[in-house]
Every structure is written in structure tokens, then in C-alpha cells.
């Protein structure tokens, strides 16, 4: 009798060893969907006709916005690059009439192009900014008129 007890103990120990394994898991992919870290544009959509100065509603999503100047883990501001489609992980982003900075934590801005058509891309930064590279950039197609 205290042969059946011990095996009646085992396998209920195993089965509950494997669905503690199974919500492991199952938890472990839950907190890699929530930590979904991407950069978008809000407006204007991909292949857009619009005019100048053009409208740029910047989206974020798993990192937080602050100004330039300090480096911190989890946080970082956007760059408008134009006919470029992401800046190198790790490079520092120069100011240039392609490379436009929001260091102060903007979301939104407007700016002047002459007519035609463009590659625009939100690309993210560090607080000295230093690329996210091409996880952290996304790009649109746009034609000003």
C-alpha cells in the first residue's frame, strides 16, 4: 500500500512540475509581447500627398521620452531623417538639414520641403543621441506638392 501512495505522490508531483513549467513559459512570452519597444508615425501615412510645411506626428511605444543630455536605460528622444532610412546603432546623430533633432522631447513638428517625393523616418536616440539603430526607426514614403 505504501508502494501505491509513493507512486501516487510521484506522478502528482510531475504533473505539477510540468504546468509550473508551462506558466513559466507562457509568462515569460507575456512579458516579451509587453515590452514591445517600436517608433511610428501617427500622421502622415505611408504614400501620403500632403503640403508644406509637412505635419509629423511622432509615435512611440515601451520607451519613454525625455530631453537630450542624460543617458538613461529605457529612455531617449526622436530624429527626423530625410531620404534615409535609419541611422547605425550606436552613431551619434549630427544636425543637418537631413538629420533634424527633437532633443527636447518633442513629439510633433512641422517641416519645410520642396515639392516632390521623399523617404522620411522617425529614428530614436539615446540622451547624446546615440542611435537605437534600425529597431528603434521606421520609415514612411510621402509626396509634397
Same mark, same amino acid.
Given at each position: 500500500?505504501? !508502494?501505491?501512495? #509513493?507512486?501516487? #505522490?510521484?506522478?502528482? &508531483?510531475?504533473? =505539477?512540475?510540468?504546468?509550473? !513549467?508551462?506558466?513559466? %513559459?507562457?509568462? !515569460? &512570452?507575456?512579458? @516579451?509581447?509587453e515590452i514591445n519597444v517600436s517608433v511610428f508615425f501617427k500622421w502622415p501615412k505611408d504614400?501620403? =500627398?500632403?503640403? &508644406?510645411? +509637412? #505635419?509629423?506626428?511622432? $509615435?512611440? %511605444?515601451?520607451?519613454?521620452? @525625455? /530631453?537630450? $543630455?542624460?543617458?538613461? @536605460? $529605457?529612455?531617449? *528622444? *526622436? *530624429?527626423?531623417?530625410?531620404?534615409?532610412?535609419?541611422? /547605425?546603432?550606436?552613431? +551619434?546623430? /549630427?544636425?543637418?538639414?537631413?538629420t533634424l533633432h527633437y532633443g527636447k522631447g518633442q513629439t510633433d513638428a512641422s517641416i519645410?520641403?520642396?515639392?516632390?517625393?521623399?523617404?522620411? &523616418?522617425?529614428? #530614436?536616440?539615446?540622451?547624446? *543621441?546615440?542611435?537605437?539603430?534600425? %529597431?528603434?526607426?521606421?520609415?514612411? =514614403?510621402?509626396?509634397? @506638392?
Amino acid at each position: 500500500m505504501k !508502494n501505491y501512495i #509513493f507512486i501516487l #505522490f510521484l506522478l502528482v &508531483s510531475c504533473a =505539477t512540475n510540468k504546468n509550473k !513549467n508551462k506558466n513559466s %513559459e507562457m509568462m !515569460n &512570452s507575456q512579458i @516579451e509581447e509587453e515590452i514591445n519597444v517600436s517608433v511610428f508615425f501617427k500622421w502622415p501615412k505611408d504614400q501620403s =500627398t500632403v503640403s &508644406s510645411p +509637412v #505635419f509629423i506626428d511622432m $509615435g512611440i %511605444e515601451g520607451i519613454l521620452i @525625455e /530631453p537630450a $543630455g542624460k543617458v538613461r @536605460e $529605457g529612455y531617449g *528622444h *526622436h *530624429h527626423i531623417l530625410i531620404n534615409q532610412k535609419s541611422w /547605425p546603432l550606436g552613431d +551619434v546623430i /549630427p544636425m543637418s538639414d537631413s538629420t533634424l533633432h527633437y532633443g527636447k522631447g518633442q513629439t510633433d513638428a512641422s517641416i519645410e520641403l520642396l515639392p516632390g517625393r521623399y523617404v522620411i &523616418s522617425l529614428q #530614436f536616440a539615446d540622451g547624446v *543621441h546615440a542611435s537605437y539603430g534600425q %529597431e528603434m526607426a521606421s520609415s514612411i =514614403t510621402i509626396n509634397v @506638392e
